[in-house]
């Protein structure tokens, strides 16, 4: 069903580095967001952008932040990682208000 | 911030019986969403149901908005079926909510 994919699948980082995700969304997507989902949880929403300005924020520190490209694509950056950034981070996109979203498979984030 | 409550938060059927999953929030929302975890990780969509009811096969959903819940019935239940099941809500302030899943397991 996706048409919204993931990049890296999995990823292992050192606690107190610096990751990119990337997410490339369907065309015409002008909404995405990201979520965060620990084990054993359901997601939680980061935030989300909408033509490249970002239009709403869950809880989440700064060192969380995102961009929207024009062709579609966004990236989710978390910086100071600490070990409770481990999850899976699930970008997701829609056409317009009034559609549901559309998830991506995640990426696997791993901090030791 | 909305509160997004599930139940049951578990459940065991046997292969072929019926199910009703519910969905209760706190305060008024945009749409709301019904989601399938698979196994690996992938969020299937299958109702984005703001009100009204839909029917997709063995699935349909019911959004009663004014009274801040939500329905998803199972019918004839599969081994397939197995998963986790999350509604989600959109709220006027572009916060987009998970409930607490329902973990459905069917046995054959």
């Known amino acids: 069903e996706t048409g919204v994919t993931q990049s890296p699948t999995h990823l292992i980082k050192t606690r107190g580095q610096q990751v990119t995700l990337r997410c490339s969304s369907q065309s015409g997507h002008n909404t995405v967001s990201w979520y965060q989902q620990a084990l054993g949880q359901g997601p939680q929403f980061i935030f989300q952008?909408?033509?490249?300005?970002?239009?709403g924020r869950g809880n989440f520190p700064p060192r969380f932040s995102g961009l929207q490209f024009p062709n579609y694509s966004s990236e989710l950056n978390v910086n100071a990682l600490e070990l409770d950034d481990s999850a899976l981070y699930l970008c997701?996109?829609?056409?317009?208000?009034?559609?549901?979203?559309?998830f991506g498979s995640g990426t696997r984030l791993t901090v030791v | 911030g909305i509160q997004v409550e599930q139940s049951p938060p578990d459940l065991i059927l046997q292969e072929g019986a019926n199910s009703t999953l519910r969905c209760n929030f706190s305060d008024s929302v945009n749409n709301l969403q019904w989601f399938h975890q698979n196994p690996w990780g992938q969020l299937i969509n299958l109702f984005y149901i703001p009100s009204g009811t839909k029917q997709n096969g063995r699935l349909s959903a019911t959004t009663v908005a004014t009274e801040r819940y939500s329905l998803l019935y199972i019918s004839s239940s599969q081994t397939t079926d197995s998963g986790v099941y999350f509604c989600a809500v959109n709220t006027p302030g572009n916060q987009f909510y998970f409930g607490t899943g329902t973990s459905l397991t069917v046995i054959p």
């Open positions: 997701a996109s829609r056409d317009g208000i009034n559609y549901g979203y559309t």
């Open positions: 952008y909408y033509r490249e300005e970002e239009n």
